[in-house]
């Protein structure tokens, strides 16, 4: 616009010149005369043609505005109902219009306001402009995530979504490993997936090695004490990223909103699949996946996207073409050293002739025969209570697994298990029975009130229900009143009264006396006695 403004002040502007501009600008050539004539006004029109020019007491949209689009999550007329309510209450300026007040919201926010302050932090995100890394080599930087697999599978008789864990290589966008749990990971699912990330050999194929850094999202299973260990240990560098920056790891993240619409949206169970009717719930007849067979189809999916898939970073490469074209050299670590390094400590115990007690739990081995009284050192998988791994404490060398001793079958298990649903779900009954309140519905503003009136009868018969189970209010202590004391004792006036009367009781001496109760008012030992009836006192 600058352009064609000296052109017309030069006497060089020509109607081709100025129909050509607004073939550009997909605008009228009339238009295009418009902006010319205020931008001869007002120069500052040209930096934005097309926008009416600012005047002198021109609505804007101020601080205030933008917190009550927060509030009202950018309903602009509920916005205008709330301006013309205060300055009702002589709290402010009349609003403009409607329309008006659009025009000022288009005007003074971007896009990346307008959805922020309507859908927060996630919906302004996706207006913003990332930078993208340059391209590196293979191992160079690893992501891992976990993610719930929208889909229901049956594990052990109940529907449950279960967790992916994996890793992936930012190069080449490879799945260099992955480990499925029926429920929520932990640790373990963290150093299951990494054994199958860093081992190249069979079943895990030619994707592995150390990497040299992997970037993690502060999740606290991947910051454990022994995650973080296992990576000092194998000299891999962890880049913990800063909360809720999920661009910061696109590769993974693109791999797990990738999983849902090429993989799990065809499967049976899809949690999110569109349902006739007005509830979305599952038809009764539905037949789920088992465990097995989710993480069976989970792996031939792993296999296909490494082998087949052609990403569009890689320019019509697979993942597995990529990878092998790259000459970078790989650092890889035996079996039994790698298992080593994800095991969790659990300090040293003593080899006694019933084995190695951990957890209050006694572990035995073939190979402890003749060691009792040695020193060893505890590792374990997390969550794998069956089975330690034992070294030498003062070697540090390997000396073999130990199971637990009389474990379980798996009958006996299952019986525990179902004991303790059921237990489970009757005390959460009961407890939602007992926390149970109704109220009732209210057309105006007043306190709630509670449903189910008792009369005054019905709560006196109540009270003294719920009083009669009362062991304190059942106990009667002056029912038997204690024997006297002994002629020789002390006693204040006020207790001997409430003493049986009669003789009193001769002191204790000696193995033949009567057992003797402890007196609560006098404070000493008196023995039982018995009066003319033979009626014990």
């Not at 001496?509 to 609560?520: F, H, K, T």
């Amino acid at each position: 616009m600058r352009r064609l403004l000296a052109l017309r002040r030069e006497g060089k502007l020509t109607t081709t010149r100025v129909r050509s501009a607004a073939d550009v600008l997909g605008v009228r050539e009339r238009a295009v005369w418009r902006w010319l004539a205020a931008a001869e006004r007002d120069e500052a029109a040209a930096q934005a043609p097309g926008e009416r020019a600012a005047y002198p007491g021109r609505f804007t949209i101020t601080p205030e505005i933008r917190a009550l689009l927060g509030l009202w999550k950018g309903n602009v007329a509920a916005v205008h109902r709330e301006l013309t309510a205060r300055a009702a209450k002589g709290e402010g300026d009349p609003p403009p219009s409607i329309p008006t007040l659009h025009r000022a919201i288009r005007r003074d926010l971007t896009p990346g306001d307008r959805a922020g302050l309507a859908g927060g932090e996630r919906a302004a995100r996706k207006h913003d402009v990332f930078l993208a890394r340059p391209g590196g080599w293979r191992n160079q930087a690893w992501e891992t995530d976990h993610v719930q697999a929208p889909v229901l599978v049956d594990v052990e008789g109940r529907a449950r979504r279960p967790w992916i864990t994996w890793f992936t290589d930012c190069a080449t966008n490879a799945i260099t490993g992955v480990a499925v749990t029926p429920v929520h990971p932990s640790r373990e699912s963290v150093l299951a997936a990494l054994r199958s990330a860093v081992l190249r050999e069979e079943p895990y194929g030619p994707f592995g090695g150390l990497p040299e850094k992997v970037r993690v999202d502060r999740g606290k299973d991947f910051l454990s004490r022994t995650v973080t260990a296992a990576f000092d240990l194998l000299d891999v560098t962890v880049e913990d990223l800063p909360a809720y920056t999920p661009h910061l790891k696109g590769t993974v993240e693109g791999l797990n909103r990738a999983v849902e619409s090429m993989f799990l949206v065809a499967l049976p169970g899809y949690a999110r699949q569109p349902r006739p009717g007005k509830r979305p719930s599952r038809p009764k007849d539905e037949v789920l996946l088992s465990f097995e067979d989710f993480t069976a189809r989970l792996l031939d999916w792993t296999r296909w996207w490494n082998t087949e898939h052609r990403p569009v970073p890689l320019q019509g490469k697979t993942p597995l073409q990529a990878w092998q074209d790259d000459p970078t050299r790989l650092r890889d670590v035996p079996a039994a050293d790698l298992w080593t390094f994800t095991l969790e400590d659990a300090g040293t115990r003593t080899l006694t002739t019933r084995g190695i007690r951990f957890r209050k739990r006694d572990y035995v081995g073939a190979w402890m025969t003749g060691q009792a009284g040695i020193r060893v050192r505890v590792r374990f998988m997390p969550h794998h209570d069956h089975r330690i791994e034992a070294y030498h404490a003062a070697t540090g060398r390997y000396l073999g697994p130990a199971d637990l001793a009389d474990q379980a079958t798996e009958e006996q298990v299952s019986a525990v298990r179902r004991a303790r649903a059921t237990r489970s779900r009757r005390l959460k009954k009961d407890l939602e029975a007992s926390q149970r309140e109704r109220y009732a519905a209210a057309t105006q503003a007043e306190p709630p009130r509670r449903l189910g009136a008792l009369t005054g009868a019905q709560a006196d018969a109540e009270l003294a229900r719920s009083a009669g189970t009362s062991l304190s209010q059942l106990a009667l202590p002056d029912v038997i009143p204690p024997a006297a004391p002994p002629a020789d004792w002390r006693t204040p006036a006020s207790l001997a009264a409430l003493t049986t009367q009669g003789r009193p009781a001769p002191a204790p001496s000696g193995r033949e006396s009567a057992p003797a109760v402890p007196d609560g008012l006098a404070g000493r030992a008196v023995p039982f006695t018995t009066d003319e009836d033979g009626d014990a006192s």
